[in-house]
């Protein structure tokens, strides 16, 4: 079978972390013996082959002739950029007037109004801006597409999570009935391997990019002044709002235990470096699932969230994790399974095996039998 994935961006040598859980998948459906070529929608021309897989960065238009040479295409966050050689719209447009198999995994900004994300808002100008053109110019195309393929016998939605489905329900005021999959995003559990890490216990990782108020750094800030003095927390990641958590921290007279390293980690390492640490702090704002949150339970440490969105439907507090919505409560948690290394070791087993029923083997598997059935129709 002949595969065309097509997503807005793709990791390369210069960004490895771009829409990173595109290319595993593309990766593994290779050694899984599937033909897999990457499409994105770019001004200039270029090909390119990142760690095995070929990926064609093309307009649009010249996306849409290649693609009926592949059985099927595969959508991952296609973005629709009004006025840009890179928008992905062109393809949608395809896709609703020709019998062309297709499966969209809805990971979802693609589908979410702005106002859906309002901690983002600021009230300047340009997040008006960026309002108008989400819910005015791109959310009507998208419903329209949904709307007009959900019924065809060869197209399909997967999506990570129940809430990920029903939110797209929400937004685009619709109802798919029962043409839709749940299949996660797969975990890499060869590369994350399970270690007991207790001896750390009081280390804590906090991995977020700090771009975006939705992975809700300032709540992993806020816990940690909760928490015995001997806890410390490390921070990694880059973005615009490291000062704003720097300012943060010192606020909370925090600033001898907790770091903001403003880098990111080799995902080859991540194993490694997750050994350093005996807990993972990842609370959110808004997640349709929680990679990072997934890999760090598959590794054997103590993870900890929030209790919105999808997060419950891949943590249950006090069995494979802690999850919480008052600090408090969350903090004392947190100490509570790290009083003995019997009642740590319970809660991270836990979280292993429900991250190996989601191992991307299993996941992708289910994907390309999807994959498959709809090319055949």
Not at 71 to 76: E, M, T
Not at 178 to 197: A, Q
Request: glycine share 4%; charged share 25%.
């Amino acid at each position: 079978m002949k595969i065309a994935v097509i997503s807005s961006r793709y990791p390369s040598k210069n960004n490895p972390y771009n829409h990173m859980f595109v290319h595993m998948r593309c990766v593994e459906m290779k050694n899984q013996g599937e033909f897999v070529e990457v499409f994105v929608p770019g001004k200039t021309l270029n090909t390119y082959i990142h760690e095995g897989v070929t990926v064609k960065v093309l307009p649009s238009l010249d996306i849409i002739n290649e693609i009926k040479n592949y059985d099927v295409s595969y959508l991952h966050l296609l973005n629709i950029y009004p006025f840009s050689k890179a928008n992905g719209w062109p393809i949608y447009k395809y896709l609703m007037k020709n019998n062309t198999p297709f499966i969209m995994y809805v990971h979802g900004s693609e589908v979410q109004k702005y106002g859906a994300r309002m901690f983002e808002f600021n009230y300047k100008f340009t997040d008006f801006l960026k309002w108008f053109k989400k819910d005015a110019l791109v959310i009507p195309k998208m419903k329209k597409f949904v709307n007009q393929t959900k019924n065809k016998k060869n197209a399909a939605f997967i999506f990570p999570s129940i809430w990920m489905k029903d939110d797209l329900e929400t937004n685009l005021n619709l109802s798919l009935s029962n043409k839709y999959s749940i299949i996660p995003n797969g975990i890499d559990t060869n590369l994350f391997e399970f270690r007991n890490n207790y001896s750390n216990k009081h280390k804590i990782l906090t991995l977020r990019p700090l771009s975006s108020k939705k992975y809700a750094v300032d709540i992993a800030i806020e816990i940690m002044q909760y928490l015995p003095d001997n806890f410390s927390l490390d921070i990694y990641g880059k973005g615009h709002y490291e000062k704003q958590y720097k300012k943060q921290i010192k606020q909370l007279n925090l600033e001898k235990r907790i770091s903001i390293k403003n880098t990111f980690i080799d995902r080859k390492n991540l194993n490694d470096f997750f050994s350093n640490y005996g807990v993972f702090l990842a609370p959110t704002r808004m997640d349709a699932q929680g990679v990072s949150m997934c890999e760090a339970m598959a590794s054997g440490l103590l993870t900890v969230s929030s209790n919105n969105t999808a997060i419950p439907e891949f943590v249950v507090n006090k069995q494979s994790g802690i999850v919480g919505n008052n600090l408090q409560d969350v903090a004392k948690n947190i100490t509570t399974y790290l009083k003995s290394e019997k009642s740590y070791k319970e809660i991270t087993e836990k979280a292993r095996s429900k991250m190996e029923d989601i191992t991307i083997k299993k996941t992708v598997t289910k994907e390309i039998v999807l994959l498959k059935e709809i090319a055949s129709l």
